[in-house]
């Protein structure tokens, strides 16, 4: 079984522009999840689907970031534009409708604002 | 409102000796709980999970963790450190109904030769 797949795995941008960032779960899970790590700290939802719904977007900045899941499928989480304090590893991680706490994790995609 | 906090952010350890991390848990309702394993660059790893059975769970790599209710605790532990266990540790807490997941901050945990 695939696990859950990001890219790009690193991005370097300046402050004030935009960037975009891609995830492909585990195929037939229902959910899925985006994640904000700072370095030193643990992971930070920032929003969750479930299938094309949004079930929770409450710490997600609305102002700036963006996600979309199309067909209850692939996920694209944006940025517009980005700020220094952006620099993290975001997460997306996926999780089935039998066992909907049981996540599964990609690698991230680390982003550095300069 | 659910949290989680985990006592020390680096913990050490000999190869060999005992891992013991801690994890305390603060929830409105019956939690489920786990602890997730970060090597560098990677994502996260689901080690164990106790979601209202055993208070007891044994997980992955010889790794166990008992529930404690009354001590809202939820501490990790292996009898004996492998060098391959250095890694981030996150203690997580979410609803029974699996819809929010809160992590600690992790420990980093080092296995000194």
């Known amino acids: 079984e695939a696990g859950v797949a990001q890219s790009p795995r690193y991005k370097i941008i300046e402050k004030r522009q935009s960037v975009a960032f891609w995830c492909n779960p585990i195929?037939?899970?229902?959910?899925l999840y985006w994640y904000q790590q700072i370095l030193g700290q643990g992971p930070k939802l920032l929003i969750q689907f479930q299938n094309n719904g949004v079930v929770d977007d409450s710490q997600l900045p609305k102002d700036r970031f963006s996600a979309e899941r199309l067909k209850g499928v692939d996920s694209t989480l944006k940025i517009q534009p980005a700020k220094l304090e952006d620099s993290a590893v975001y997460l997306c991680?996926?999780?089935?409708?039998?066992?909907?706490?049981?996540?599964?994790f990609g690698p991230g995609t680390r982003l550095t604002v300069t | 409102a659910q949290s989680v906090t985990q006592l020390g952010s680096h913990v050490s350890v000999s190869e060999g000796a005992l891992v013991l991390l801690r994890c305390n848990y603060s929830s409105s309702v019956p939690p489920y709980l786990f602890w997730y394993v970060q090597y560098p660059n990677q994502g996260l790893q689901l080690l164990l999970k106790y979601t209202s059975a055993a208070t007891l769970v044994k997980g992955i790599n010889g790794f166990e963790a008992e529930f404690k209710k009354s001590e809202t605790s939820f501490h990790l532990t292996k009898p004996s450190a492998h060098m391959s266990d250095a890694a981030e540790y996150f203690c997580?807490?979410?609803?029974?109904?699996?819809?929010?997941?809160?992590f600690g901050a992790g420990t980093r945990l080092f296995v000194k030769a």
């Open positions: 997580a807490v979410s609803d029974t109904g699996g819809f929010k997941t809160i």
């Open positions: 195929s037939g899970h229902a959910t």
């Open positions: 991680a996926s999780s089935s409708d039998r066992e909907r706490y049981e996540q599964y």
